[in-house]
């Protein structure tokens, strides 16, 4: 009978996704209702009862987070989808402080699989957009989520093969990892994949920018939480339990540095209060990092101790440059995906496309990608993706032959610094948006425009 199904509410402005989702969900065999705004959506939950509402984040009366909340004051229990495609560090925060759980909201999948299980322990769900940066804080992930992430780690040459393997190794140990990789290849994603298939994947995963520590409250929190506790007890007490990354450590100020090596030696030494209360430190350390770790000790800009208690294991994720082989499954991969984000027919990529990738370095490697090929999606009127539809940078004066082009060869640093001046002159000097647009933080961006400035005085 239809009053034993559950009631699965949308609330979107735009209506051919609503009415899309709407029959996807009468598929599975739940009830959907529809709502245009957040203020329908408020009427509705008054007078027809609701167990799961999914919610989009931007809409022009009431954003999707005040919706949630006037909902969940109408219906306390209610389980909640955030669903968003336009991240934001504010937003990021205010699903932390809802205790929501993460995904992306590109692997629809995913969503699919949250609301076939909704009935599951957790309150609140968020489809995670795809443009968050590496290093932003991240909430807890449902068990689905590790085989979701491995399944995205796409690759089938030699590296990648081998990457897989170890990450499905390191899983099983409980060790501290070092990630080594270059902007944009997937280190937070390995980090999340590594998490997810081990035995803390019911657990939270919190990751943190080490550049921004000096004003993340939260961190230090956290470490406090971690730490000895002051007074005359001295005995370890955890309040957090699950993985924690540390991104960017290369960037993790000297006294936070000093705080890690006294919670490593805590964990290390399975310290438990004298009345036995206490639980042992149930957290799993993994760093990355852009940087030659080892280098930047031997300059005496990094703590030797904690480097040496943080590299039991070293992982290294490959440039994107030296697996090219890969390219045509990624792009494949990405315009499935865009496809279906923005309701397009692409089929193909011209051959043109595929010589401009063989020479191009991708300084920003998959996640620059990514972007090219959703850009590329958006702007194409037809089915197969052409030159033209890529960005400026890799077709010079926008000539489709560019491939046959005899180009000046320049260094990573100084494509990279040609990137990040492209970024900002399109977004007219918006550091905020440009920091998107990199996928970087804002905070990354700024140490990146200093050195740029400083080579230049």
């Not at 209610?78 to 590109?106: H, I, N, P």
């Not at 399944?151 to 089938?156: L, P, Y």
């Not at 470490?223 to 339990?241: A, C, E």
Request: charged share 25%; aromatic share 6%; proline share 4%.
């Amino acid at each position: 009978m239809t009053d034993n199904k559950k009631h699965i509410l949308l609330v979107d402005d735009e209506e051919r996704l609503l009415n899309s989702m709407a029959q996807r969900i009468l598929l599975l065999g739940f009830v959907p209702v529809k709502a245009s705004s957040g203020i329908r959506a408020l009427e509705i939950a008054k007078t027809t009862r609701i167990d799961l509402a999914i919610v989009d984040l931007k809409m022009p009366d009431m954003d999707g987070l005040v919706t949630i909340t006037k909902l969940k004051e109408l219906v306390p229990d209610l389980k909640t989808v955030l669903l968003t495609g336009y991240g934001s560090e504010k937003a990021r925060q205010a699903t932390e402080a809802l205790g929501a759980m993460y995904f992306e909201k590109d692997a629809m999948a995913g969503l699919w699989d949250v609301i076939k299980n909704s009935g599951k322990e957790g309150n609140v769900f968020v489809i995670n957009p795809p443009s968050a940066g590496v290093g932003m804080p991240l909430e807890t992930d449902t068990p689905e989520t590790g085989r979701q992430n491995l399944s995205r780690i796409i690759g089938e040459t030699p590296e990648m093969q081998r990457l897989l393997k170890n990450i499905r190794r390191l899983s099983e140990l409980d060790c501290t990892i070092i990630i080594h990789g270059e902007i944009g290849t997937g280190k937070e994603l390995a980090a999340r994949t590594i998490h997810q298939l081990g035995h803390r994947k019911n657990q939270r995963f919190l990751a943190f920018d080490c550049g921004c520590f000096s004003n993340d409250f939260r961190f230090r929190e956290l470490v406090s939480s971690l730490g000895p506790q002051s007074g005359d007890d001295k005995d370890m007490q955890t309040r957090f339990s699950g993985t924690i990354l540390l991104d960017h450590i290369e960037n993790m100020p000297a006294q936070t540095q000093q705080d890690m090596i006294q919670i490593l030696n805590h964990k290390q030494s399975g310290a438990v209060s004298s009345d036995g209360d206490a639980p042992p430190m149930d957290v799993r350390f993994i760093a990355a990092t852009q940087k030659d770790l080892g280098k930047k000790v031997g300059q005496g800009r990094f703590s030797r101790e904690l480097y040496q208690k943080i590299r039991a294991i070293e992982l290294e994720i490959p440039a994107l440059r030296d697996r090219k082989e890969d390219i045509p499954i990624l792009c494949r991969y990405f315009v499935n995906r865009f496809n279906q984000t923005f309701q397009k027919q692409i089929t193909s990529i011209s051959d043109d496309v595929s010589a401009i990738f063989d020479i191009y370095a991708f300084p920003g490697n998959i996640r620059e990608l990514r972007h090219i090929i959703e850009r590329a999606v958006i702007l194409a009127d037809g089915e197969v993706i052409e030159p033209r539809h890529l960005p400026q940078r890799l077709t010079p004066a926008g000539t489709p032959g560019t491939a046959d082009r005899q180009e000046p060869f320049l260094s990573l640093h100084e494509m990279e610094q040609h990137h990040i001046l492209s970024a900002l002159k399109i977004t007219d000097n918006n550091k905020t948006k440009a920091a998107e647009i990199l996928g970087i933080s804002r905070a990354a961006l700024w140490r990146k425009l200093r050195i740029i400035s400083q080579k230049d005085a």
